[in-house]
């Protein structure tokens, strides 16, 4: 029974080993992003604006004496 278990457990180590590799090796292999001096950084995508100013005007009340007509 042991004998069985460990030949099923290598069996599937070897398909994992065989599956990531498959998987990884293409990833490995691309070349790094070029460094240097010269390269200008991306422009942001978001970019945060200051708020705006509003003024804000209040209404006052103002009371006019009003004389009537019939007193011209």
Partial sequence: ???AFLLQMND???FLETQ???M???VVDTRPPARGRG???PEPSLAVKPPELV???EAVPV???VTP????
């Fill in 63 to 65: 009371t006019i004496a």
């Fill in 55 to 57: 003024a804000a005007v």
């Fill in 24 to 26: 990884l090796d293409p």
């Fill in 39 to 41: 390269h200008r950084a």
């Fill in 69 to 72: 007509l019939s007193q011209l």
């Fill in 20 to 22: 990531l590799r498959r």
């Fill in 12 to 14: 599937f180590d070897r």
């Fill in 1 to 3: 029974m042991q004998e």
